[in-house]
């Protein structure tokens, strides 16, 4: 079946470092990618979304990146900080209800 | 705004018992999701509802049940609970894509533990 996948399963990162989590994604009738970040005991909240008539959008500390070609995916915190320890997960949504997430990237942030 | 409202927060069930995980959205979302995590895993959708009266099955239905008399509400029915349902369980719910943000907004989660 299609699904979304993350490439590494863990990311260790220096505070004050960028970091960058990757996402690839199978199902080419995809138009539109969310990020979400989950900390522990707490639901996923959401981060920032990009739809596919764009390749990049930026937020607060984060940036996303879409290159539809070889459907690849990438979240880049800036500058990351102690509470950015979490897991990251990438997320499409192939039409308007349905929402499919990938297994997820912890990130962990070292002082 | 309360946003989105899971009870119980957490449950221990015996094996063959059943339960129902309430959820409740306050934001006047058309569309509601149950999703599974199980640990060091991504979300699985259970099942989903594009609107009162509508509901249709997800990726992993079997053992559940769904119902949505009201645009608020969308409780999750185990009827024998089995230990392969010991999972967290996060109730979701987003606006369509005409003129609104599609985001999807979780609930803090319930975590259900069948022995």
């Known amino acids: 079946g299609e699904s979304v996948g993350l490439h590494l399963p863990t990311l260790s990162v220096q505070e004050g470092d960028n970091s960058i989590i990757n996402c690839a994604y199978s199902n080419s009738a995809s138009d539109y990618f969310i990020w979400y970040k989950q900390e522990s005991g707490k639901g996923p909240q959401f981060i920032i979304d990009i739809r596919s008539n764009m390749d990049k959008r930026q937020g607060q500390r984060v940036t996303v990146l879409l290159n539809k070609t070889v459907k690849h995916l990438s979240l880049q915190i800036a500058a990351t900080q102690p509470g950015d320890s979490a897991v990251y997960f990438c997320?499409?949504?192939?039409?308007?209800?349905?929402?499919?997430f990938g297994a997820g990237t912890t990130v962990t942030v070292r002082a | 705004n309360a946003g989105v409202t899971q009870t119980p927060k957490f449950r221990i069930l015996k094996i063959g018992q059943s339960m129902t995980l309430q959820c409740a959205q306050d934001?006047?979302?058309?569309?509601m999701y149950w999703y599974r995590q199980d640990p060091g895993m991504g979300l699985k959708l259970i099942y989903y509802s594009v609107g009162a009266g509508i509901t249709d099955k997800g990726e992993v239905p079997n053992g559940y049940n769904v119902s949505r008399s009201t645009t608020e509400d969308f409780p999750l029915r185990l009827e024998l609970a089995a230990p392969s349902q010991t999972s967290v369980y996060f109730c979701?719910?987003?606006?369509?894509?005409?003129?609104?943000?599609?985001?999807?907004?979780f609930g803090q989660g319930t975590r259900l533990t069948v022995v």
């Open positions: 934001m006047n979302h058309n569309y």
């Open positions: 979701a719910s987003s606006s369509p894509r005409q003129g609104a943000t599609t985001e999807a907004f």
């Open positions: 997320a499409e949504k192939p039409n308007d209800y349905k929402l499919s």
